[in-house]
T-cell receptor, first 113, second 114 residues
Framework: NAGVTQTPKFRVLKTGQSMTLLCAQD?????MYWYRQDPGMGLRLIHY???????AKGEVPDGYNVSRLKKQNFLLGLESAAPSQTSVYFC????????????FGNGTRLTVT | AQSVTQPDIHITVSEGASLELRCNYS??????LFWYVQSPGQGLQLLLK??????LVQGIKGFEAEFKRSQSSFNLRKPSVHWSDAAEYFC????????????FGKGTTLSVSS
């Protein structure tokens, strides 16, 4: 059981570079989410998706884009990385009801220099 | 707007002692409440959840939480802490409609002393 898999696990970028974080889930979940975690800030929602082909903004969407071309994948893109985007990024997925808990990946640690 | 407050940033408990982590929420209706645990370098794992019914909820690893509507609280407890319980704990409240995400508190870091 892979659950939610995030790649890569670590990445260092220079300011202005771009990259894509990949999230894949094998639980047939409709909903997928991207959070960022910063010290003392908890988890903040970046973007989320309620189904293939749909995305929506969360609490801190600026500087990020997402795509959900396949149900099992949710991509998070940084077009022009900034030091403020240094963070740990978590992907999560869930069934399509508000009772369902989120299943989290193990995170991607991104450093932007 | 929904919000979650975890008043304690860091707590240290002796091994074998009891534990209570505080969580207060702001929500206009019956909340859907969760506690998650995060071990170093790992993602978040669900400990327990509350939707309705019995206000004392049992979870994994010997944890329990009690929902108190009058106090807008959902505190996490464990009678006897083990060294392996050292981690960060997050309280979260579910959105009032399907299709939106959980709102997380800022977390409480638990250290266990021997």
């Amino acid at each position: 059981n892979a659950g939610v898999t995030q790649t890569p696990k670590f990445r260092v970028l220079k300011t202005g570079q771009s990259m894509t974080l990949l999230c894949a889930q094998d639980m047939n979940h409709e909903y997928m989410y991207w959070y960022r975690q910063d010290p003392g800030m908890g988890l903040r929602l970046i973007h989320y998706s309620v189904g293939e082909g749909t995305t929506a903004k969360g609490e801190v969407p600026d500087g990020y884009n997402v795509s959900r071309l396949k149900k099992q994948n949710f991509l998070l893109g940084l077009e022009s990385a900034a030091p403020s985007q240094t963070s740990v990024y978590f992907c999560a997925s869930s069934y399509p009801d508000r009772f369902s808990p989120l299943h989290f990946g193990n995170g991607t640690r991104l450093t932007v220099t | 707007a929904q919000s979650v407050t975890q008043p304690d940033i860091h707590i240290t408990v002796s091994e074998g002692a009891s534990l209570e982590l505080r969580c207060n929420y702001s929500y206009g209706a019956t909340p859907y409440l969760f506690w998650y645990v995060q071990s170093p370098g790992q993602g978040l794992q669900l400990l327990l959840k509350y939707f309705s019914g019995d206000t004392l909820v049992q979870g994994i690893k010997g944890f329990e939480a009690e929902f108190k509507r009058s106090q807008s609280s959902f505190n996490l407890r464990k009678p006897s802490v083990h060294w392996s319980d050292a981690a960060e704990y997050f309280c979260a409240v579910g959105a009032n409609q399907a299709g939106t995400a959980l709102i997380f508190g800022k977390g409480t870091t638990l250290s266990v002393s021997s």
